[in-house]
């Protein structure tokens, strides 16, 4: 098997070493402590052929220096008042800690509370540097991935939010359990309160060490903690006295600072923050029992961040959130949202139209579930939420799925094969499916049998052929199964023979001339468990020049399983 699914553990058959897939990153997790500390299941290894990781780039998912943030910044002293003013060390109640070991992903939003927009946003107070701010717009399938049903780490599904100040704590995972018995369920919700954006961006805080003491008279004070931790450095003009383990603006010393819209990886501790003012209106309302639970939750501080490449415009998601309280008295309110791609498509001629949505009701606070109104668009999902009752409190998120398509294309097979074709198929059968993935377009997608060796259907002879030059690419949806994948993707098509053909994967269905139109190879395959497009040239195939006519296109796999969708050409 070389496939491998985009957030996975995965190791190559002939050696020891476990890497955590992320982008074009793999990340070694170099100890069964280092597995222990992130809470990774061994059962969710997989095992994948040699150099199916050759083409990533290599990384410590435990990266130096040695000292880290969430090491120095907890529990280090009481801040005080004196006579020459206020004194604080920069520190945190590790009492409000929700997990220690914690990693996110998603895209760096603008974290400036004032001045430029800024990716990293330097807090600088009078008496210093307190911290350096990131907001990061969280990815809902890494985190699914890592910490949902049947995730890589089950380390979250006991958590709790301890409240800040402590008092009443409540789970962190937002979903009750499947059946009873299970744990609760950690879905997108779990990861937001209510005093921050709308639940769909995490506050990240990266506190300054301090050597010296800060701050005039009667002024606030950071107190001085001595010398720096090994190898923490200040590379802030803001302030010559405040460290940090990495450059914030570039942690890995890259000479790229961080940009809004990066993706990136961070590892550190999941911290609950109280509200910042006791007359919060909103505050007091979802403050309903003294739970304390009215702040919201950050990564405070991040240990390690590392910028991948992000998922592709049909693996990304559209994450939007309500959160609603009333109280006694107040009048009825009706929330509408109308969600939009938060992305642009990869091309001008890109076209991003809605796949699916789902939508995510927080148990934990949500009193009543209220008649909410869903109506899907082909370009956005419209939603409208009244709130009747009172009190009353209501918080959930909704996700919306894309697919991008290209404006020239010419689908040929979508939904159904072409009018009058002919079907046949050898060890398996066509099976149009609905559901589990969802298709890429329309209603129905047509899915492989789960087979060893070659298996493949096909059809012939339409009432249209397809018209091709030799400019124009041909292309196909496919969707690999993440747990049964193929060792090979092949298409074919049809002009009065099949020997036109493009593989992806190991060259293990010997059909035609090795590296000629007949059997043309394609490189690796793509990440298993979401839509990929395979395209090729035609002309690359033996298509377009004298051959301008397709009568017939094949689905071919060797080994494995894998849903197909949206076939054609696009022409030049």
Same mark, same amino acid.
């Given at each position: 098997m070389s496939a491998v699914r985009n957030v996975s553990l995965v190791r190559e058959s002939s050696g020891p070493a476990v890497y955590l897939v992320v982008g074009d990153k793999k990340f070694w997790v170099e100890s069964p402590a280092e597995m222990s500390a992130l809470g990774f299941e061994w059962a969710k290894v997989r095992v994948v052929s040699d150099h199916s990781l050759d083409h990533l780039t290599e990384r410590r998912l435990n990266a130096p220096p040695r000292v880290r943030p969430s090491e120095v910044f907890f529990d280090c002293g009481n801040d005080y008042d004196w006579i020459d003013g206020k004194h604080y060390f920069n520190c945190k109640d590790g009492a409000c800690i929700v997990h220690r070991e914690v990693l996110v992903a998603g895209w760096l939003v603008n974290a400036a509370e004032t001045g430029p927009a800024a990716a990293a946003w330097v807090n600088v107070q009078p008496h210093g540097v307190e911290d350096v701010h990131y907001h990061l717009k969280l990815d809902p399938v890494f985190l699914d991935r890592v910490y949902g049903p049947g995730g890589l780490s089950r380390s979250l599904e006991n958590a709790t939010c301890p409240a800040n100040p402590p008092?009443?704590?409540?789970?962190?995972?937002?979903?009750?359990?499947?059946?009873?018995?299970?744990?609760?369920?950690?879905?997108?919700?779990?990861?937001?309160?209510?005093?921050?954006?709308?639940?769909?961006?995490?506050?990240?805080?990266?506190?300054?060490?301090?050597?010296?003491?800060?701050?005039?008279?009667?002024?606030?004070?950071?107190?001085?903690?001595?010398?720096?931790?090994?190898?923490?450095?200040?590379?802030?003009?803001?302030?010559?006295?405040?460290?940090?383990?990495?450059?914030?603006?570039?942690?890995?010393?890259?000479?790229?600072?961080?940009?809004?819209?990066?993706?990136?990886?961070?590892?550190?501790?999941?911290?609950?923050?109280?509200?910042?003012?006791? %007359?919060?209106?909103?505050?007091? $309302?979802?403050? +309903? *029992?003294?739970?304390?639970?009215?702040?919201? #939750?950050?990564?405070? @501080?991040?240990?390690?961040?590392?910028?991948?490449?992000?998922?592709?415009?049909?693996?990304?998601?559209? %994450?939007?959130?309500?959160?609603? $309280?009333?109280? +006694? *008295?107040?009048?009825?309110?009706?929330?509408? #949202?109308?969600?939009? @791609?938060?992305?642009?498509?990869?091309?001008?001629?890109?076209?991003?139209?809605?796949?699916?949505?789902e939508s995510l009701v927080d148990g934990r606070f949500t009193q009543s579930a209220p008649q909410v109104s869903v109506n899907p668009q082909p370009d956005r999902v419209d939603i409208s939420v009244p709130i009747t009752g009172s009190p009353a409190r209501f918080k959930a998120t909704w996700l919306a799925y894309w697919s991008e398509t290209d404006s020239r294309d010419r689908s040929w097979v979508d939904d159904n094969v072409p009018a009058g074709a002919q079907l046949f198929a050898d060890g398996e059968g066509w099976n149009w499916v609905s559901a589990d993935p969802e298709p890429f377009t329309g209603t129905a997608a047509h899915r492989s049998g789960l087979l060893d060796g070659m298996h493949q259907h096909y059809f012939i002879d339409p009432a249209m052929p397809l018209t091709v030059s030799g400019a124009s690419v041909l292309f196909a949806m496919v969707y690999l199964d993440p747990d049964n994948p193929p060792d090979e993707v092949m298409l074919q098509w049809r002009s009065t023979d099949w020997l036109h053909r493009a593989y992806w994967g190991d060259d293990l269905i010997g059909w035609g001339t090795p590296g000629s139109s007949e059997r043309r190879p394609m490189g690796r395959l793509p990440f298993s468990g979401e839509w990929v497009r395979l395209e090729v040239t035609a002309k690359s195939v033996g298509l377009g020049s004298s051959i301008t006519k397709i009568t017939g296109m094949a689905f071919t796999l060797y080994n494995g399983q894998a849903t197909w969708d949206y076939a054609g050409v696009r022409p030049s």
């Open positions: 008092t009443v704590p409540i789970a962190f995972a937002d979903t009750a359990p499947a059946h009873p018995g299970e744990p609760r369920r950690v879905r997108f919700n779990s990861w937001s309160m209510f005093g921050f954006d709308d639940g769909t961006v995490l506050k990240v805080e990266l506190n300054a060490w301090h050597v010296q003491f800060t701050g005039g008279l009667f002024a606030r004070h950071f107190e001085g903690r001595g010398p720096q931790p090994a190898f923490w450095v200040n590379p802030l003009s803001e302030e010559s006295n405040a460290f940090f383990p990495f450059d914030p603006r570039d942690p890995e010393g890259s000479g790229c600072p961080l940009a809004i819209g990066d993706y990136v990886l961070m590892r550190g501790c999941l911290w609950q923050d109280g509200p910042h003012g006791p %007359t919060d209106p909103n505050g007091v $309302c979802w403050n +309903l *029992g003294g739970t304390a639970n009215h702040g919201w #939750l950050e990564l405070h @501080p991040p240990d390690w961040i590392v910028r991948v490449a992000g998922p592709a415009p049909n693996a990304r998601v559209t %994450t939007v959130g309500i959160r609603r $309280c009333l109280r +006694l *008295g107040d009048a009825p309110v009706t929330d509408a #949202l109308s969600i939009t @791609p938060d992305f642009p498509p990869s091309s001008a001629a890109g076209r991003l139209r809605l796949r699916h949505w």
